[in-house]
């Protein structure tokens, strides 16, 4: 089997992120990215798109223009992780062999739980703005409705970008409001979780977004079936023995999909109890193969499953993974950081940023820029600032805002 120092499973945001990273440090390493896709997607973009804001082809480049130099493309899945052998199994049956592992392979959108769902993608009203295919539709139904009945649910937890689900929702209202016809419009919020978001100190800014559009927030309830000739969807509320299943009909239904790790990451040794990569929070080694780290969505931690964590995981793996590779112990650390710029309105945002714990962690000072309230400045950041951050900056290895800490820090 060909041996490298490093190699990395998925070429996503994370994956390219902490690739080009290392090759930073360590321009002479060997190191290859297994990555079937040969397209790479800015997925926080589709958000934007959804909302007529974005053309779908700024969120998307060939995946051989993100590999960075000094990185060999391996163009296929991995199908298999050997941690004991340090080696990985690929689709044409290959094997390949490391001295040091990062898997960066994503979450696993699990469009099949919900009967009916999958089938009518796209179709009869039903839309997504968590596949690129599908975010043009959402704009498409959103342009074209002017009554009837809205529905945008949010499945249980782990999901990425946990704040998307409502995002969708708060620009299509935005939009409706501005052709004057929300009223005309009965807009539903079918999330299976039990806040309207999942830190406290960001929900009354969303809170009065809801009360302004006029919202019907059902907490608790969860998209379990759709019939989408048929425009119904059937919702579980509550749970256990005292919950209850309630049908709506509607005319536009933004669905988010349950979300799990990919199977070969469930099915391999590497996996936690919920199917996610064991890592230690802090360092993101995993606790019984020091040489096999995680960053990403895949990773079995606790931030929010954003490209920003990644973005301040990627410098932190790298660090770590040199050091072991050197025989000396990972010094680097991870302090939960993730954030979800809430597109309350178009040309407003709600920019939560925090890390393990809800602990907030705002990136400016609050007189700069107050991510507890709706702000021009934080709508500029996403839509001008934070394409460019990620193309140029976090794919390329220039950790602008990302210095790793480090473990003295914290003792
Ligand atoms: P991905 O970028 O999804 O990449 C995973 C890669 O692994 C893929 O390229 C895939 O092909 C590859 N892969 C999968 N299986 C295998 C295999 N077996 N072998 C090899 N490769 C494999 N984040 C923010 O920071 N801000 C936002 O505003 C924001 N908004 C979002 C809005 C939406 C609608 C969505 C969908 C996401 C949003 N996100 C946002 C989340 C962000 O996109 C993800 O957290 C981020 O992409 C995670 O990076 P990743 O590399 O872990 O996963």
Redesign the pocket.
């Known amino acids: 089997a060909k041996r490298y120092d490093v190699v990395i499973?998925?070429?996503?945001?994370?994956?390219i992120a902490c690739a080009a990273s290392i090759l930073k440090r360590r321009p002479d390493i060997s190191l290859a990215i297994?990555?079937?896709?040969e397209t790479?997607?800015?997925?926080?973009g589709?958000?934007l798109v959804g909302a007529g804001v974005f053309q779908p082809e700024a969120t998307r480049r060939p995946m051989a223009s993100v590999i960075p130099k000094g990185a060999e493309w391996l163009r296929?899945?991995?199908?298999a992780l050997h941690p004991d052998e340090q080696a990985v199994e690929l689709a044409d049956g290959s094997r390949i062999a490391y001295r040091g592992l990062v898997v960066?392979?994503?979450?696993k959108l699990d469009w099949n739980a919900i009967p009916g769902l999958a089938g009518t993608l796209g179709e009869h009203g039903v839309t997504s703005?968590?596949r690129y295919d599908l975010?043009p539709y959402t704009r498409d139904l959103v342009q074209t409705l002017r009554n009837g009945v809205a529905l945008f649910t949010q499945p249980p937890m782990p999901i990425?970008?946990a704040?998307?689900p409502q995002?969708a929702m708060y620009l299509s209202c935005h939009a409706w409001e501005r052709e004057d016809c929300l009223g005309a419009i009965d807009v539903e919020f079918h999330n299976a979780g039990a806040a309207l978001f999942g830190v406290a100190d960001y929900v009354p800014a969303l809170m009065r977004y809801i009360e302004r559009y006029g919202i019907d927030l059902r907490l608790g309830s969860t998209l379990i079936e759709v019939d989408g000739p048929g425009r119904r969807a059937v919702f579980r509320q509550g749970a256990g023995e005292r919950s209850q299943t309630c049908e709506r009909r509607f005319d536009m239904l933004h669905a988010v999909p349950p979300q799990v790790a990919?199977d070969?990451i469930a099915n391999s040794a590497l996996a936690d109890a919920t199917g996610f990569v064991a890592v230690d929070p802090a360092t993101l080694a995993h606790p019984r193969w020091p040489n096999v780290f995680a960053?990403?969505?895949?990773a079995g931690t606790s931030n929010a499953?954003?490209?920003?964590?990644?973005?301040k995981q990627a410098p932190v793996v790298a660090v770590n993974l040199l050091a072991v590779l050197d025989s000396t112990l990972p010094w680097a650390t991870y302090d939960g950081y993730?954030?979800?710029?809430l597109t309350v309105e178009r040309g407003r945002i709600v920019l939560a940023e925090f890390g393990y714990g809800g602990k907030l962690l705002p990136s400016f000072p609050s007189w700069l820029l107050d991510g507890r309230r709706p702000t021009r400045r934080a709508w500029f950041l996403?839509d001008r600032l934070l394409p460019p951050i990620y193309w140029r900056g976090m794919l390329k290895g220039r950790e602008w805002l990302a210095a790793p800490g480090r473990r003295d820090d914290e003792q």
């Open positions: 499973v998925g070429g996503g945001s994370a994956g297994i990555e079937p896709s790479h997607y800015y997925q926080p589709w958000t296929q899945e991995a199908l960066a392979a994503g979450i703005n968590y975010a990425k970008c704040g998307a995002k990919p070969f960053l990403g969505d895949v499953k954003t490209a920003a964590a990644a973005r993730g954030s979800c710029p996403k």
